[in-house]
């Protein structure tokens, strides 16, 4: 499978921005993925973009890319309570298959 | 609702003593999958399927079994569960022509073999 790495923890203020970092191998076009991991629930996709974009945005969450260096963030303008989770990178292998990161424990503090 | 259910959702069992997990979609997909989640180490494949009776390996299948004889169904099976398998489990399921992102995830299982 294709790799992609990821910070473990992220420990934010609350009304603060997180930032999510990733890297990914995969040199040919594909999708990438943010998933969030609430706990004790499945997984929730929670935005992606397209390999020839440089940038996302959906509400509070802004995407970047940058393919030069095959890294990606996730932003989370004014972090809140809820937006405490595990949060997973994930990149298209194939139609049907996802490959994930670790996963980053984000923890909001009050 | 559309939804992926499993059960059980919490399992704790001995080393050796058979379990099924079951899985069960409501969306008529065609492709099924099982995944397991380890700390450190994100979400890695077991086994997966295509439609009924067609089922292939994944990343890590050692230690489990599938079957898929009903569209709806795609029970993981641990014929002799040892402690490396516990684990938090998903299955996911995504219809044929749907994007990965359009993959349904189920609510994990977390099982623990002592």
């Known amino acids: 499978g294709e790799d992609v790495e990821q910070s473990l923890f992220l420990s934010v203020r609350e009304g603060d921005s997180s930032v999510i970092n990733c890297t990914y191998t995969?040199?040919?076009?594909?999708?990438l993925y943010w998933y969030k991991q609430e706990p004790g629930a499945g997984l929730q996709l929670l935005t992606y973009?397209?390999?020839?974009?440089d940038m996302k945005q959906d509400q509070r969450l802004t995407v970047l890319l940058n393919k030069k260096d095959k890294h990606l963030s996730l932003r989370i303008a004014d972090t809140q309570t809820g937006d405490s989770a595990i949060y997973f990178c994930a990149e298209r292998e194939n139609d049907y298959k996802l490959s994930f990161g670790a996963g980053t424990t984000v923890t909001v503090r009050a | 609702e559309a939804q992926v259910t499993q059960n059980p959702r919490y399992l704790i069992t001995v080393t050796g003593k058979k379990l099924t997990v079951t899985c069960s979609q409501n969306?008529?997909?065609?492709?099924m999958s099982w995944y397991r989640q380890d700390p450190g180490l994100g979400l890695r494949q077991i086994y997966y399927?295509?439609?009924?009776?067609?089922?292939d390996k994944g990343d890590v299948p050692e230690g489990y079994k599938v079957s898929r004889k009903e569209k709806r169904n795609f029970p993981l099976i641990l014929e002799s569960p040892s402690p490396n398998q516990t684990s938090l489990y998903f299955c996911a399921s995504q219809s044929r022509g749907a994007g990965v992102h359009e993959q349904y995830f189920g609510p994990g299982t977390r099982l623990t073999v002592t």
């Open positions: 399927s295509m439609n009924v009776e067609v089922t």
């Open positions: 995969d040199s040919s076009s594909t999708y």
């Open positions: 973009i397209f390999s020839n974009m």
């Open positions: 969306m008529n997909h065609e492709y």
